[in-house]
């Protein structure tokens, strides 16, 4: 037989006796079935073992109660599903610990990946609060922002003072987490700012973060460059003269 049989389960006790049982079954009619503990080694990506299961034609999947509630398990199943042909292509196994034969019992198993929902986004929103960090580089009488990060940063440090030279009241505002992003302190800091430049080494990765930050009340432009390219500082100054002096 030349159709690959892949098993999803979880590796506690009841599911990983039955996934060592089905092994053995279809051993021993000369069928191989694909497992992670034996088609994986030391240092194999699991996650995309994860979604070569998900890409299986045949999948076992041995459904108990700690797979329902497992991560991982569910990953492949929404592998599976996304993959197409879900019913043609997975074989349940159900065990007696698993209670989806009535409505309020699987409605059970909804509450429970709703409450870790909730726990994840508390814990977003404690390190929002606690994680947060950035720079800010003669932002006090500021009347216009550079937002930049990493290299593109570096670069507007220089091109701050440039600018100061000629008069231009202009800061630097360095988020050093991206995410968490620091979106309070960047909106804070745009209540008396006149316009901001999003000083990248992309096209554009950054952009909507800081319009989301400041509102619709302030311009916002970009000044990239990418594949490699490092603008210079003299560059940089006259992109921001160009967008909000010149104009």
């Known amino acids: 037989?030349?159709?690959?049989?892949?098993?999803?389960?979880?590796?506690?006790?009841?599911s990983n006796e039955m996934a060592n049982q089905l092994v053995?079954?279809?051993?021993?009619k000369g069928i191989e079935i694909i497992r992670d503990k034996t088609h994986t080694s030391y240092k194999?990506?699991?996650?995309?073992?994860?979604?070569?299961i998900g890409q299986g034609k045949c999948v076992v999947a041995v459904i108990s109660?700690?797979?329902?509630?497992?991560?991982?398990?569910?990953?492949?199943?929404?592998?599976?599903?996304?993959?197409g042909d879900f019913y043609q292509r997975i074989f349940p196994i159900i065990l007696p610990?698993?209670?989806?034969?009535k409505d309020f019992e699987r409605i059970d198993y909804l509450k429970y990946w709703?409450?870790?929902?909730?726990?994840?986004?508390?814990?977003?929103?404690?390190i929002e609060e606690s994680e947060v960090r950035f720079e800010k580089i003669d932002c006090d009488d500021a009347e216009y922002l550079f937002v930049a990060y990493g290299t593109s940063a570096r670069i507007c440090?220089?091109?701050?003072?440039?600018?100061?030279?000629?008069?231009i009241k202009i800061g630097l505002f360095r988020p050093i987490t991206l995410w968490p992003y620091p979106t309070k302190e960047l909106n804070r800091l745009s209540e008396n700012i006149r316009g901001i430049l999003s000083v990248e080494m992309s096209a554009g990765q950054m952009i909507e973060d800081v319009k989301l930050a400041v509102g619709n009340d302030i311009k916002v432009e970009h000044y990239g460059r990418f594949g490699g390219m490092i603008p210079s500082p003299n560059e940089v100054l006259n992109a921001f003269e160009e967008k909000f002096i010149k104009k």
């Open 24 to 28: 053995q079954a279809f051993a021993a």
């Open 157 to 167: 440090q220089k091109v701050v003072k440039m600018a100061r030279a000629k008069g």
């Open 1 to 14: 037989m030349n159709q690959q049989v892949y098993i999803s389960y979880n590796w506690q006790e009841d």
């Open 65 to 83: 109660d700690r797979y329902l509630k497992s991560e991982n398990c569910m990953f492949e199943l929404v592998e599976i599903a996304r993959n």
């Open 114 to 126: 709703e409450g870790e929902k909730a726990k994840l986004q508390a814990k977003y929103k404690q």
């Open 97 to 101: 610990d698993a209670r989806i034969h």
């Open 44 to 52: 194999d990506s699991i996650k995309n073992f994860m979604r070569q």
